[in-house]
């Protein structure tokens, strides 16, 4: 009996450690949460692991769609330019001013597209990853456009930056751009269902949606040596 109490004051005395030295650190404010302040190895490797299985258990079931290949990848492409290359780079390109200084600091897709599922790449892009920058695109746009960027994504190993600008070039050809990606999927799906969505769109929409705007050029190469 006496045991069962000594234990159990340990307890109650630790647990009472543990909330004072938490509180301590919240409210003292001595925790550095500057994007250039990196994590601990260890904490980096919990964030990690908890991400990757996540992502594994969330998609598993996913089924991807059997697709027109090339008209899918056009779509996948123009939406990358115009919402995605602002954080991930654009095949065999630096990664813009922005997401250099972005923490943690959004990959490369190359690497996701040899080590996820396409249905682990299209749980991700749908539903984004909390506290990370990585935004979920599920809320604004339909499934179809979401296979297509995964479509584009797996793809990327594949890519130079030559055959990325020719399929830019192309999308917009065929009169596919990231406006022109909405009115193409209607006659799919018939669900285009709310088609204000881009009046509310983020700033980073609106401004790509002048097409090859100066500023990518900006982010992408002259202030590359910034
Ligand atoms: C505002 C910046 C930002 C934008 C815009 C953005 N992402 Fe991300 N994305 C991130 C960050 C940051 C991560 C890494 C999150 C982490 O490691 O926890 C990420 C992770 C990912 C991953 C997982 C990569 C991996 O190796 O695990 C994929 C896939 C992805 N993004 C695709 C996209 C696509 C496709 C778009 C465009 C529709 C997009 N992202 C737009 C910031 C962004």
Redesign the pocket.
């Known amino acids: 009996m006496r045991i069962l109490k000594t234990v159990l004051a340990t307890l109650v005395i630790s647990l009472g450690v543990v909330i004072a030295t938490a509180s301590g650190i919240i409210y003292s404010g001595v925790y550095n949460v500057a994007a250039t302040s990196e994590h601990w190895p260890i904490t980096r490797w919990v964030?990690?692991k908890t991400?990757?299985r996540s992502?594994e258990r969330q998609a598993a079931g996913i089924e991807p769609p059997a697709r027109d290949a090339e008209q899918q990848l056009l779509v996948g492409a123009a939406?990358?330019e115009a919402?995605?290359s602002?954080?991930?780079a654009p095949p065999r390109q630096r990664p813009s001013v922005?997401?250099r200084g972005?923490y943690?600091?959004?990959?490369g897709?190359t690497?996701?597209a040899h080590?996820?599922s396409a249905s682990e790449?299209f749980w991700?892009?749908k539903h984004g990853?909390k506290a990370?920058?990585?935004?979920a695109?599920g809320p604004t746009h339909s499934d179809d456009e979401i296979w297509a960027?995964?479509a584009f994504?797996t793809q990327l190993p594949d890519l130079s930056a030559a055959d990325y600008q020719h399929m830019l070039a192309s999308a917009q050809a065929h009169g596919i751009g990231h406006d022109h990606a909405h009115d193409s999927d209607a006659h799919e799906h018939g669900a285009q269902a709310q088609p204000d969505t881009h009046d509310n769109a983020e700033p980073?929409e609106t401004r790509h949606d002048d097409g090859d705007t100066p500023h990518d050029h900006a982010a992408h190469d002259t202030h590359a040596h910034g």
């Open positions: 964030l990690n991400v990757h992502i939406n990358f919402m995605c602002d954080c991930h922005a997401a972005l943690p600091k959004p990959p897709l690497h996701a080590e996820k790449i991700v892009i990853i990370s920058g990585m935004p695109w960027m995964t994504v980073p």
